[in-house]
């Protein structure tokens, strides 16, 4: 069963306007929630995480992503693109204890000058 | 902080053949872990390790596969008698955390394998 599901394969915004990459998951306790990003020929490089508390949460290169138990979300949004965020991006989740990260499928951002 | 590194980068072999990849964690990390990755697909779980020892490993990792981490430092995930299906990236990643619960991994530039 998927554990974590990324909507929308490839996303593409124009330069400056709002990014939006949307993430649910599944689990009847709140899990850890992650969004890692991929650029061509480099490693993954973690944009930020919730784990408890604020639900809103920051990360690098002016992300951010807010945690809704409600809706079982975790979607990641930037104000403004950057012909610089075009990459793949992945939400991840570990469910409980030691489990592993588990990883969605990807979304490509294609950012369009 | 020399990052993650893997080694090779790309490795072109032939169905049957046997291969073999290298992880070098961050020095100071006590896991480690594999991941495989194809093409439009996030990556997939393999296996873990916690210092020497091996605490999980996917139904994904068939007989074929093996890991090994005999000084808690470096790995290396060794697949037997190659398929074509085997052809992935194969990525290596490390923290420092006694649990997996909010922990940050860091990941190398992955290994690159084409069975042909």
Known sequence: ?????????????SEGALVLLRCNYSSSVPPYLFWYVQYPNQGLQLLLKYTTGATLV???NGFEAEFKKSET??????PSAHMSDAAEYFCAVILSGNTP???GKGTRLSVIA | DTGVSQDPRHKITKRGQNVTFRCDPISEHNRLYWYRQTLGQ???FLTYFQNEAQLEKSRLLSDRFSA???KGSFSTLEIQRTEQGDSAMYLCASSNRGSPSGEKLFFGSG???SVL
């Open chain 1, 1 to 13: 069963a998927q554990s974590v599901t990324q909507l929308g394969s490839h996303v593409s915004v």
């Open chain 2, 68 to 70: 090994e981490r005999p």
């Open chain 2, 42 to 44: 996030g990556p997939e």
């Open chain 1, 58 to 60: 920051k990360g690098i």
């Open chain 1, 101 to 103: 990260l588990v990883f």
């Open chain 2, 111 to 113: 290994t690159q394998l």
């Open chain 1, 73 to 78: 979300s975790f979607h990641l949004t930037k």
